[in-house]
């Protein structure tokens, strides 16, 4: 039987590469660019491979509602293709205080709201941005359903000795700082100086010079990690804090409850879907309840049920089948 034909955007998605394994096993796919509407005139050729690829396919597959879910949904409109959209969650999020969220601009919430209307099926990793999409997009919701990213617990596994060690991970730009929380962890360092603490991620502006300059000696910054090294320093790391703001169903925190850190995190979005009751809460940019929430987890052997947790609720398998089965669906197959 020939197999149903697939456009997957935009080619190079750590996210999108994820589900690229699942779908080849399945489906012919290809994968076409972003496109830029900053850059209107370099992105010229993206658009027309992505009209291309939506002639060629049987679906178009955009991972986030940004501009070349726009176009995807618009040609494959025109032409009579379906669409699935998967949202990230700055695409429906509007939280002012933080400056966070595209539904903040009036262009972008224009660009979304027509994906969220006219895709066949949105997808979400988290029950929260489906609300979020219907809140701030003021869309009906019907075409949105959940289904979450899942994980490998064969690879995200335990492998050495837990320290007295608390670890955040955040791609470290300013807008990223203040969504994550990530100086109110360090802030937190202070009061913990026989602790280490350290903040990983790609320091991608100088942000990261102002978290150096109020960090103690006890907080390290390596940087980027590679994910294949990624259970290394989560099985060494006793806690894992998520003090954000905004999050969808955060993949570092899943993946690091996997590897039996304790979980400390705040009660917004996708974030005690992940925690449940296998780890701590604390209120955003609070630094003394952070601080003692810290020193519980330190004691606590949440660690074991933390990963249980994610094993059992997100395994691999899961959004294999579900996301296989909402394609199959759409195509009749």
């Known amino acids: 039987m020939t197999k149903k034909k697939i456009l997957a955007m935009p080619e190079g998605d750590i996210f999108l590469k994820r589900d690229l394994e699942i779908l080849n096993k399945y489906f012919e796919v290809r994968t076409a660019p972003t496109f830029n509407h900053r850059k209107l005139i370099k992105s010229i050729p993206s658009i027309f491979k992505i009209l291309k690829g939506t002639l060629w396919a049987d679906l178009t597959l955009s991972q986030f509602a940004d501009t070349h879910a726009f176009l995807a949904v618009l040609f494959s409109k025109i032409f009579r293709k379906k669409t699935i959209v998967i949202v990230g969650g700055y695409e429906v999020a509007k939280v002012p205080e933080i400056g966070y969220g595209a539904m ?10 027509f994906v969220l209307k006219f895709a066949d099926k949105i997808l979400t990793t988290a029950d929260s ?22 994980y490998d617990s ?3 596994i335990p492998c050495g000795k837990k320290e007295d060690l608390v670890m955040t991970i955040a791609h470290l730009r300013e807008s990223v700082i203040k969504r994550k929380g990530i100086e109110t962890f ?4 202070k009061y913990l100086p026989k602790v ?11 942000s990261v010079n ?16 590679p994910s294949g090294e990624l259970p290394w320093w989560y099985s060494r790391a006793k806690v894992y804090c998520q003090l954000s703001r905004y999050e969808g169903l955060p993949n570092a925190l ?21 925690i449940g ?5 604390v209120p955003y940019r609070d630094v003394e309840a952070t601080v003692e929430a810290i020193k519980k987890a330190l004691k606590s052997n949440k660690g074991k049920e933390a990963r249980e947790r994610i094993k059992i609720m997100f395994p691999l398998e899961r959004r294999k089948a579900e996301l296989v089965a909402e394609i199959d669906d759409l195509l009749g197959t």
């Open 154 to 156: 064969e690879f995200w």
């Open 277 to 281: 009751d296998t780890g701590f809460y």
């Open 210 to 225: 102002h978290l150096k300059s109020i960090a103690p000696p006890n907080v390290e910054f390596p940087g980027f990690i």
């Open 104 to 113: 903040l601009n009036p262009v972008y919430t224009f660009a979304v709201r």
């Open 186 to 189: 360090v802030l937190a360092a």
């Open 254 to 274: 899943c993946e690091a409850m996997l590897c039996e850190c304790v979980p400390i995190g705040t009660e917004y979005c996708g974030i005690p879907v992940a």
């Open 196 to 206: 280490k603490f350290i903040v990983a991620g790609p320091q991608v502006d100088g």
């Open 129 to 150: 941005l489906k609300d979020d999409a219907v809140a701030n997009a003021r869309v009906g919701g019907e075409n949105i359903k959940t289904v979450p990213e899942c």
